[in-house]
């Protein structure tokens, strides 16, 4: 078969958020543009599938904040509906077989688990406002990447539940166990996205906002604007060429000469291309250094949304096999009830284990969690973003020990005319939604700008 040939300004590779907000600002500029996604839609790390009674519920990113302006600024571009996550009511805690219920963001396990937790909030906000005003590659915050954030918790908590609070955290935030991942890139994650305390709370926090059909019509109302016709889907990129100034592209079914190149795609995806020249070695290893993280989402659809009925808020903390949270995500209607949860990474190979009956597993823990408040449910869907060889884990990349300080530059550093952007890549909320549009619009801006100094 005869590949059909795309010869443009710029070549885009990836059709999740980065690179379809970086497609949207290039076309937008009067640059010809052409995108290459190898799955079969739009959307990168946003999923959103239709179950039963039209459901729709989110398989990948999901929530957002009032404070991601980028996002905003989308969402009243193209007119789109959002709703606020419901909080009202009593949140649980199941942990170590006792239940109680508490309101806010830090569970109530007693008043010396409590204080032990808030005195360790403190010390990291602490030490997280010494980055406020620098990169965290500085030297003189090399120290905290000596070190992992397991350690500092083990040093900085003192009760049994205020260092067990702490890891899940790390699980549920980061994608990653505690200590395979840097305190600075901790430090840095959350100094980005306001605050730690921010991450983990819905009431201005990041899961206050979702879409009410799903992110999915965000990503296809940008990749209109773009233009179908330059998005080229089932397409992964084989192998790179740079030679005489311009970069040749090459999938299964095209190809393509470019004045400049743009990655919008997870730093594990980008190892499978082959490049000619070899990338140069200092990319190389950074993209080596960076592994993607692990959390297992699920979607528990209801009859009704009975927990909001026993006036609950949907969200349980548990340090129980094989959730460790969960928070209500059903329709704006509420004519279906939907809890979506996670399975950490401790958790995920044994929950991912070959016959196990994850459906079944998962509807016994949300029984246990909530006290058999409620029937079964009627659906259960689950996705591991681990099993995506495009993608290879979430939410993304992380920084484990020594890497940050030794190579984090790289973050903000471009090879022309290859560039680089993708949710890590943010400046503001890194691997969220809003890092991955903060990304795309910078990274196409250096474009227009270079290529119009040419």
């Known amino acids: 078969m005869t590949a059909t040939q795309c010869n443009t300004d710029v070549c885009v590779v990836g059709a999740g958020l980065a690179g379809l907000m970086a497609a949207d600002e290039l076309h937008r500029a009067g640059l010809?543009?052409?995108?290459?996604?190898?799955?079969?839609?739009v959307g990168g790390r946003v999923r959103d599938v239709v179950c039963s009674d039209n459901v729709v519920v989110e398989l990948g990113a999901n929530w957002f904040s009032g404070q991601q302006p980028l996002i905003k600024t989308q969402i009243e571009r193209f007119g789109i509906d959002t709703v606020e996550t419901h909080n009202e009511g009593n949140h649980l805690i199941w942990w170590d077989g006792k239940r109680s219920s508490f309101r806010g963001a830090i569970p109530a396990l007693g008043l010396l688990q409590k204080a032990d937790i808030v005195q360790g909030m403190a010390r990291f906000d602490h030490k997280m406002g010494r980055l406020?005003?620098?990169e965290p590659w500085s030297a003189t915050l090399a120290k905290y990447d000596h070190q992992s954030f397991g350690q500092w918790i083990d040093a900085t908590l003192v009760t049994r539940m205020g260092k067990a609070f702490f890891r899940m955290v790390s699980e549920m935030v980061f994608g990653v166990e505690a200590d395979m991942?840097?305190?600075?890139?901790?430090?840095?994650?959350?100094?980005?996205?306001?605050?730690?305390?921010?991450?983990?709370?819905?009431?201005?926090?990041?899961?206050?906002f979702r879409f009410k059909k799903g992110p999915t019509e965000l990503c296809e109302k940008m990749a209109a604007s773009v233009g179908s016709s330059r998005i080229l889907l089932d397409a992964p990129v084989r192998s790179v060429?740079?030679?005489?100034?311009?970069?040749?592209?090459?999938?299964?079914?095209?190809?393509?000469?470019?004045?400049?190149?743009l990655f919008a795609i997870p730093p594990s995806a980008v190892r499978r291309i082959t490049f000619s020249p070899s990338r140069p070695t200092r990319r190389d290893r950074f993209l080596q250094a960076l592994p993607m993280g692990r959390v297992i989402k699920v979607?528990?659809?209801?009859?009704?949304?009975y927990w909001i009925e026993q006036g609950l808020s949907g969200q349980v903390m548990s340090n129980h096999y094989p959730l460790s949270y969960t928070i209500d995500n059903s329709p704006a209607d509420r004519q279906r009830?939907?809890?979506?949860?996670?399975?950490?990474?401790?958790?995920a190979e044994q929950f991912m284990a070959t016959g196990t009956n994850r459906e079944t597993v998962v509807a016994e823990a949300i029984d246990k969690m909530f006290g058999s408040l409620f029937p079964k449910p009627k659906e259960v869907l689950i996705e591991d973003w681990a099993a995506n060889e495009w993608i290879g884990g979430s939410y993304g990349a992380y920084f484990p020990p020594g890497v940050m300080t030794r190579m984090g530059k790289l973050l903000r550093e471009q090879d022309p005319p290859i560039y680089w952007c993708g949710a890590e890549y943010g400046q503001a909320h890194p691997c969220q939604m809003e890092g991955a549009l903060d990304s795309g619009q910078r990274s196409a801006r250096m474009i227009i700008a270079a290529l119009a100094r040419a």
Do not use: C
């Open 132 to 134: 406020a005003h620098s």
């Open 299 to 305: 979607q528990a659809v209801y009859e009704q949304p």
């Open 241 to 261: 060429r740079v030679a005489d100034g311009y970069v040749d592209v090459e999938t299964a079914s095209a190809r393509g000469r470019h004045r400049a190149l």
């Open 32 to 41: 010809s543009v052409q995108v290459f996604e190898a799955q079969a839609a």
């Open 181 to 208: 991942v840097s305190l600075l890139y901790v430090l840095y994650y959350s100094s980005r996205s306001v605050s730690l305390s921010s991450l983990i709370s819905v009431a201005q926090g990041h899961q206050e």
């Open 337 to 347: 009830g939907v809890l979506a949860g996670f399975v950490g990474t401790s958790h």
